[in-house]
C-alpha cells in the first residue's frame, strides 16, 4: 500500500525559506514518479515540481524556477522540496503525489499522481 507522508510546513516571511519532506513507503521509487502539488484556497490543485527517482529528470512550474528544488534521498525513501524566496503566492496546502511511470515527467505534473499524502499547511506573510 502506498504511503506518503509530508511535514515541513509552516508560517514564513516573504523572501524566506522552507524545506519540505516527503516520507514513502510501500513501493519502489525507482518505478515510480514523484512529485509535489499545491492547492491554494479557491484554486485547483497543480502540479510544481516533478521528478524521476534520481532526481536527473525534472520537470517545474513556470513560477518556481530557480527558487523551488525537488531532490530525493532513495536510502531514506523520501522527497524533498527546498522553497527559497517564497512569495505570498505560494501560500498553499502542499501535497506529495507519487505514480508509476508510463509517461514523461512534465504528464504527472500537468495531469497528477495516483497516490496522495495528506498535505501540509505553507503560509507565507508579513
Known amino acids: 500500500q502506498v504511503q506518503l507522508v509530508e511535514s515541513g510546513g509552516g508560517l514564513v516571511q516573504p523572501g524566506g525559506s522552507l524545506r519540505l519532506s516527503c516520507v514513502t513507503s510501500?513501493?519502489?521509487?525507482?518505478?515510480?514518479?514523484i512529485g509535489w502539488f499545491r492547492q491554494a484556497p479557491g484554486k485547483e490543485r497543480e502540479g510544481v515540481a516533478c521528478s524521476n527517482s534520481n532526481a536527473d529528470n525534472t520537470y517545474y512550474q513556470d513560477s518556481v524556477k530557480g527558487r523551488f528544488t525537488i531532490s530525493i534521498d532513495k536510502a531514506k525513501n523520501s522527497v524533498y522540496l527546498q522553497m527559497n524566496n517564497l512569495r505570498p503566492e505560494d501560500t498553499a496546502v502542499y501535497y506529495c503525489g507519487a505514480a508509476q511511470r508510463r509517461f514523461g515527467i512534465a504528464y504527472y505534473c500537468t495531469y497528477g499522481m495516483d497516490n496522495w499524502g495528506s498535505g501540509t499547511l505553507v503560509h507565507v506573510s508579513a
Open positions: 510501500g513501493f519502489t521509487l525507482d518505478t515510480y514518479v
